[in-house]
């Protein structure tokens, strides 16, 4: 597993980088929605960190 960094919206407004393990980009970002909300993940986009 490769780590990814996304920028999200959190519940009261403020956003924040968060990082989370997952196989590929689109992996990461479906896990932070899952976590945060669909829509929460600022531009739907994730970056390999490491």
């Keep these: ?3 990814y960094e996304a920028t999200v919206r959190l519940p009261d407004g403020k956003t924040t980088k968060i990082q989370v393990s ?9 896990q932070l929605e899952g976590q945060f909300g669909k829509g929460a993940v600022l531009n739907s986009y ?5």
Excluded: G, H
């Excluded at 997952?22 to 479906?30: E, F, P």
């Excluded at 994730?46 to 490491?50: L, Q, S």
């Design 1 to 3: 597993m490769k780590t």
């Design 22 to 30: 997952a196989t590929n980009s689109i992996a990461a970002v479906r």
């Design 46 to 50: 994730a970056r390999e960190v490491r």
